[in-house]
Each structure stands twice: as structure tokens, then as C-alpha cells.
């Protein structure tokens, strides 16, 4: 979702840092939170907050949540073309889900803050639905599950979509919108790599 179909770099960063101020804990510049966007929300908060304390962790986590919710949200916005590519997809009867390692409920807010139709997509999947998210397969196979359906393809812009994607034996496209490098993501070994989400409309 985030750097694919949104951005939302600044609605996650202001968040953070509202919490890390909250917490009585230093903030931070906007590329040293958001170059490690795609991680699981835990790991993110580890680095942040420069420790092991769960409870610590667990409360930066839930004050992010808050912010986004009541204030951050309103920064969220469609990335170029990216309405036109699902609105294509769902006329050549592709089944769309969209799958996250954000919570459910934020999913659907930062969807509706950046001004895409939620009846766009079959299936929403965040972080909060499975046991174990990105990198771990669990939400490609839920939806799978829950589709009745293997996935045609998996596409996302961080290495941990690719390892996802493998994992659930899945075609990973690769999009280098994000935060990762060619080069990284070529490293993961994705079915392919596109330079942003107008060339999946070449692989259908």
C-alpha cells in the first residue's frame, strides 16, 4: 500500500514523531523514520525508540495509531495514475487485496483520506488480521484463504514484499517507488521489477 498505491511517508513520520515527543523521547529526521517503512510496525519502533522495552514499543505503537487516526491521515494521498491501473485491473476481472503492515482499521483510513474508492478492492489485510506480517507469508495466504483464490501476483515496493511473496510461492512484482534501490530489490530476485505501477498493466 504505502509507496505502491499511496503516499503516505508524511502521514507515518508525523505520527511518529508526535508519539517519540509524547513518550519524552527525541524525534527524529523524516528519512531516518521513514527509510524503514515496510518493516513490521515492531521493528520500526524498536529503532525509534533505541530499545528492547516492549512496553515502550507497544505504547510508541499505540500513539502512532492515535495521531494517524485523529490528525496524520489527512496527509495520505493517491500516487499518479495509481486510481486509473485498479480501476483497469477490475475491468479485466482481476480481484484485488490490499495487504498491509498497517492495522485493519488504518488501512481503510489512509484509503479514504487519499480519496480511493475502498470498493475498489475485494480485501483489505493489515498487520492486526495474522499472526506473523511482512516479511512472513501469512497475509498473501490469508487472502488466498479467503479468496478461494492463488494470487496472479504480489506487487509491492519494499524487499520485505518480495520475501513475502516468495515465501507464499507467489509472482513478486517488484515496484521501485519506495524507499529500496534497484539494486536491493533485484538482490530479493522479484518474478519482476517496474519502475512504477503504470508498467503492471504490461504483465496482465
Not at 499511496?6 to 515527543?21: E, G, Q, T
Not at 512496553?55 to 499505540?62: D, Q, R, T
Not at 529500496?180 to 522479484?190: A, N, R
Request: charged residues 30%; hydrophobic residues 35%.
Amino acid at each position: 500500500m504505502d509507496n505502491t498505491l499511496l503516499n503516505s511517508d508524511k502521514v507515518h513520520v508525523v505520527a511518529f514523531n508526535k508519539s517519540l515527543k509524547k513518550l519524552g523521547l527525541k524525534q527524529k529526521g523524516f528519512y531516518e523514520i521513514a527509510k524503514h517503512f515496510g518493516k513490521p510496525k515492531e521493528w520500526v519502533s524498536k529503532v525509534l525508540v533505541g530499545s528492547n522495552n516492549k512496553k515502550l514499543n507497544s505504547e510508541l505503537i499505540k500513539w502512532h495509531d492515535y495521531y494517524l487516526l485523529k490528525d496524520t491521515k489527512k496527509y495520505s494521498k493517491k500516487i499518479p495514475g495509481a486510481l486509473s491501473v485498479l480501476k483497469k485491473l477490475k475491468k479485466e476481472g482481476y480481484r484485488l487485496a490490499l495487504l498491509s503492515n498497517c492495522r485493519h482499521r488504518n488501512i481503510k483510513l489512509l484509503v479514504k483520506s487519499a480519496g480511493l474508492d475502498s470498493k475498489l478492492f475485494d480485501l483489505f489485510i493489515g498487520n492486526d488480521d495474522v499472526k506473523h506480517p511482512k516479511p512472513w507469508p501469512d497475509e498473501i495466504l490469508l487472502a488466498e484463504k479467503l479468496l478461494k483464490h492463488k494470487p496472479d501476483f504480489h506487487v509491492g515496493d519494499s524487499i520485505y514484499d518480495v520475501k513475502s511473496a516468495k515465501r507464499a510461492k507467489v509472482k513478486s512484482v517488484a515496484v521501485s517507488s519506495g524507499h529500496y534501490t534497484k539494486s536491493q530489490l533485484k538482490k530479493e530476485k522479484p518474478w519482476k521489477l517496474i519502475d512504477n505501477l503504470k508498467d503492471i498493466l504490461e504483465l496482465i
